[in-house]
């Protein structure tokens, strides 16, 4: 390092590869969510077409921000599953897929991040 503009301009470049590793950390741990949701849609017998599971998404919706859903919203079915109705019990799929990745998300998280620092 040369002088105090070098030292700017590696900062600046660590918190933009912070923000696009960022980016990239948090699409990884929702995968591992998404993934679980499916496999409990599958595993719960909710798959009568196909249409609810493929419904199952992830996106990323801002610089810091994933979100999961799904795009059915009428009839409302995946909420129906999820919370059950007066006539059908709850099947949380959804709900179970986030209680029971919490590890493997935060992993995913982490060692997407730690690949940055091996880098600085």
Known sequence: MTDMRDLRRKIERLQ??????????????????????????????????????????????????????????????????????SRMEARPAARNAIDSTEAAVIEEVANAMRELFNHV
């Open 16 to 85: 933009s590869d912070t923000d696009q590793q960022m980016g990239t950390a948090l699409k990884a741990g929702g995968l591992v969510i998404q993934n679980q949701w499916k496999r409990n849609i599958v595993d719960m017998g909710a798959v009568l077409t196909g249409t609810y599971l493929r419904s199952v998404s992830m996106e990323q919706t801002g610089p810091n921000e994933v979100t999961i859903g799904s795009d059915i919203i009428d009839p409302p079915y995946p909420e129906y599953v999820e919370f059950g109705t």
